[in-house]
């Protein structure tokens, strides 16, 4: 880590050819014009699940370069910021009591490919953060997969959700590790939400060892065809 003033941290980056995830100027992570198109500005997605689905800022332009390039291309020094997103979707909720962060399952395959579970590191910075707003949550990664799903990327909206359904599986001892945990709400967290199928999963999932889930929380929303973007 570079410190001192931001230019020599930008000096850096530029001497071994970093760049802005969003937009390609070089400078560290993302820069500042694209944090503030980035900025949050978490929602509702109606008609997802059964539970309410809150999205904290739209998958498109620099965002949607910004999860690209984080989670395949090796950037995990967007987990700080994206994390932090994380984080805002969480505490607009009104949670009452302590939560826990459950992570949609990546595929072991893509964990393979990647080096590491991102959506776990994600999970985990924002229990971070909310933490230093005073927020209590503890990371849960109690979901895994029971078998191989094919890529979501390229699928419509029917072959999502036949790819997952009964995919996801949560541990029986799940339970009994909310209860020692002191947990009062249960917020399934992702990063990208196209059509929920991925989810509704992970929710069901869960209902089938007896936990309710009180919302799922993702970073971005990708908008269907013909939806306001703005």
């Excluded at 009180?214 to 908008?223: E, F, G, I, S």
């Amino acid at each position: 880590m570079v410190s001192g003033h931001p230019w020599r941290a930008a000096a850096a980056d530029l001497a071994v050819g970093a760049d802005c995830a969003g937009c390609g100027v070089p400078g560290l992570g993302w820069c500042r014009d694209c944090a503030i198109a980035c900025r949050p500005a978490p929602r509702l997605v109606p008609g997802v699940a059964d539970v309410p689905v809150v999205a904290v800022v739209d998958n498109v332009g620099p965002m949607a370069r910004v999860v690209v390039a984080w989670k395949d291309r090796g950037r995990l020094r967007l987990t700080e910021p994206l994390g932090r997103l994380l984080a805002v979707g969480c505490s607009w909720l009104p949670l009452a009591g302590r939560a826990g962060l459950v992570p949609v399952p990546t595929a072991r395959a893509q964990v393979r490919r990647r080096g590491a579970d991102p959506v776990n590191l994600l999970a985990a910075r924002a229990v971070g953060d909310l933490g230093a707003v005073g927020i209590e949550a503890v990371l849960l990664p109690s979901l895994r997969r029971r078998r191989a799903t094919r890529d979501q990327a390229g699928l419509g909206a029917r072959e999502r959700q036949a790819n997952v359904r009964g995919a996801f599986a949560a541990d029986h001892s799940f339970v009994s590790r909310c209860v020692r945990a002191g947990i009062d709400e249960v917020v399934v967290v992702d990063d990208v939400l196209t059509t929920g199928a991925s989810a509704r999963e992970a929710v069901r999932a869960l209902a089938a060892v007896g936990v309710r889930t009180t919302a799922v929380v993702v970073v971005a929303h990708t908008p269907g065809p013909g939806a306001d973007r703005t």
